[in-house]
């Protein structure tokens, strides 16, 4: 996946996500949200960092959607989004165990995607290193 595929991608993904959070509700609602948070993650590391394996875009886009989370805990990202009531889209304001688990679900359907598409374009396949074939 390019570096314009995945910044397209990530966009896409923002979009659903907004119209799955504004138009939905309920905790599949919630969970489909956080997958798609996670999946933005992974993408824009994919988009930042176009040169790194998928595991690496994998780690740092999981890894920053468990920051967020656990800083929930500290009430920092509350403090935060009641000044800039925007933010909540990006911090959240509420630690919940459960979104760990989609966030990981939407992380690794994202990575999957990535490899399936490098695979798929001649070229763009990775070696388990990341350098391309």
């Known amino acids: 996946m390019t570096r314009t595929r995945a910044a397209f991608a990530a ?12 138009g939905g509700s309920g905790p599949w609602a919630d969970a489909i949200g956080d997958g798609l948070y996670a999946a933005m993650a992974v993408l824009l590391v994919r988009v930042l960092a176009p040169r790194s394996s998928w595991r690496w875009q994998l780690a740092i886009g999981l890894g920053w959607c468990v920051l967020v989370e656990l800083a929930q805990l500290t009430g920092v990202p509350g403090t935060i989004v009641d000044a800039v009531p925007l933010a909540r889209l990006v911090l959240g304001t509420t630690f919940v165990a459960t979104d760990l688990v989609a966030y990981t679900v939407g992380a690794l359907v994202c990575a999957g995607v990535i490899v399936a598409s490098s695979r798929l374009r001649p070229g763009c396949a990775q070696q388990p290193d990341g350098s391309k074939v």
């Open 11 to 22: 966009a896409l993904v923002v979009v659903v996500g907004l119209a799955v959070t504004r």
